[in-house]
């Protein structure tokens, strides 16, 4: 699909896809999008994957997504319109050097907050090291 909006670009909404690929979408998209409706606590494993490939991603301003910081996602209003989306789709594809702003600081927040990391400050806090 070619958004009208966006010469030059494309859209794939894929639905599942086996893991091979979903690795290389990771890799070569240049824009994710995780919107959701509503959160009962749990943290997205999509956007973790994005945030840890590095890929800039607009997140749905709640729950858990809602609480990643300002400067490694850019965050819609849950009631966002469709063409509020699509302008947060334009700026992003349109603005190299924000893309590379939220890149850094998804892949830096990722890193800050992978298992090995967090097991360490747990287990620090706690006096077990």
């Given amino acids: 699909m070619r958004p009208k909006h966006a010469p030059g670009t494309s859209v794939e909404i894929t639905g599942y896809v086996a893991r091979e690929r979903y690795t290389r979408l990771l890799r070569t998209a ?17 956007v973790a994957d994005c945030l840890a490939a590095g890929l ?14 300002a400067d490694a996602v850019l965050r819609v209003p849950v009631s966002a319109e469709p063409v509020l989306i699509a302008e947060r789709i334009e700026e992003l594809l349109g603005d190299r050097s924000m893309r590379a702003r939220l890149a850094a600081a998804a892949r830096a927040h990722a890193e800050m907050s992978s298992f090995e990391r967090v097991a360490d400050a747990y287990s620090t806090r706690v006096g077990l090291r």
């Fill in 30 to 46: 240049a824009v994710a999008v995780q919107l959701r409706t509503v959160a009962t606590g749990e943290a997205s494993l999509a």
């Fill in 56 to 69: 800039p991603t607009i997140v749905s301003d709640l729950g858990w997504a809602g609480e990643l910081p």
